[in-house]
């Protein structure tokens, strides 16, 4: 599965992926709104993809991990993650890590964009969801950009290496993206 944009491809992650996503989570400006924590070694980074390698291989998938690349240079730049709820609730959650040398481009925007895309148009999706660092400006930042509201704050729920951080919920609804993209 592939989603295609101006500027980007992006696809399921692989095995082969293995290294970029350990240099990703390696770099400490990612990890400073990220709960998952610095891995120790690549056979850290290798044991959290395992699963999300079986999730994405799934005959339903609920837990999609994405590899985001630059079209023209097939240069991996992040990751985008789309979490389904039961199927009654019709709704998923969103999340995203980009390569600091990609922030502030509008890649992530531009990722997240075609991922509510797909969730709404072809998993028919009721509301997408979101949480962010309260500290998080550039996140909060895509979030706002794609339409998402920020509905609530949750008291320091975020276990970070600076400390406890509040939370920004947001969510978009199908009706509201049909209003946007009118």
Known sequence: MKLTTANLQIRLISP???????QLHSIPEVDQFNT????????????????WLLANNQKEITNYTFAIELTDSKTFIGLLGLKLW??????????????????RKGYATEALNAL??????????????AGCAVDNIGSIKVLEKVGMLREGRCRQVLPLKSGWSDNYEYAILESDYEVLKR
Not at 16 to 22: A, C, G, K, T, V
Not at 38 to 51: G, S
């Open 86 to 103: 039961p199927k009654k609730n019709s709704r998923a959650e969103v999340w995203y890590k980009l390569h600091p040398n990609h922030w």
């Open 36 to 51: 998952l924590g610095i891995p120790a070694d690549l056979q850290e980074t290798t044991q959290l993809i395992e699963f």
């Open 116 to 129: 509510l895309d797909y969730g709404f148009n072809h998993l028919q999706l009721h509301r997408i969801q």
């Open 16 to 22: 082969l992926d293995i290294e970029s996503i350990h």
